[in-house]
């Protein structure tokens, strides 16, 4: 099964590397906002530049976390190792007929990219935004799926490292019809849940309580397969696996393991 390589979603974004193209599925505003945070704040410690593509609400929730970290964001944007562009106000400049536009998009970046680095004082640069998500959130899944190409191509062109966030169910068996394969298609690493141990174990028990005990020959395909798909948690993979394999208990798996999310967490 290819899986993550990393222990947690913290080590992963603190050094993403170069070319990174890195997705977060959230529900909460705590995960998401911590998540972008934790990126930003090792890059900036790193000494790398950080552009952030956020809607105001949720600009607020970041920079909230940076202060409370103790950097001073004014003094970040005016020796320019950070940018922040409106989400809401950048979108549709490269908009035409619901869909983004590359010849549009790319230039736009690649000129956001070079006024980051600052005529080389800051060579490595980190992107988070959440424009593709606000496509994916709005129903444009097509144009969201597109934006992400652009944005993958991106990453590898200009080398430097992507983070994006989507409001996407992990247990909404209807992701997995389109939406989850399309971020898998498109990104390098996939950070499922804000606990990795608590997902496995909650995956785990999911598993055992709706198919039973797993063994011999499907226990043998469990171990073995191989999706070809984006690294993730093997906690996550499994449920990939389930749905291939066993998927006449694919929504039981998931329904269960909501449940037990919920339990955990009230508990």
Known sequence: ??????????????????????????????????????????????????????????????SGRLRSRGFDLDRLF?????????????????????????????????RTIAQARAGGKFPRVRWWGEMVNCLYVAGNGQGSHRLEQFFDEVAH?????????????KFDPKIYAHAFGNVCSTHSHVIPASDYALHRMII????????????????????????????????????????????QHFEGVLARARELEKQTRAA
């Open 204 to 247: 785990n028990r999911a598993l055992a309580e709706v198919v039973g005990d797993v063994r011999g020959p499907i226990l043998q395909s469990l171990v073995s397969w191989k999706p070809d798909v984006c690294a993730m948690p093997s906690s996550h993979a499994v449920l990939l696996w389930v749905r291939e394999h066993l998927p």
């Open 1 to 62: 099964m290819q899986t993550a390589s990393f222990s947690s979603w913290r080590e992963l974004l603190a050094d993403p590397g170069e070319n990174g193209h890195i997705v977060q599925l959230y529900q909460d505003d705590e995960f998401y906002g911590e998540a972008i945070t934790h990126f930003a704040a090792e890059g900036l410690t790193r000494g790398e530049s950080i552009i952030l593509v956020a809607t105001a609400p949720h600009w607020q929730n970041i």
């Open 78 to 110: 005016r020796d320019g190792q950070l940018t922040l562009l409106d989400a809401d106000e950048t979108l549709p400049k490269f908009m035409a007929d619901n869909l983004p536009d590359g010849s549009i998009f790319k230039p736009l970046a690649k």
């Open 157 to 169: 062109e200009e080398n430097i490292a992507i983070f994006c966030s989507f409001l996407m169910d």
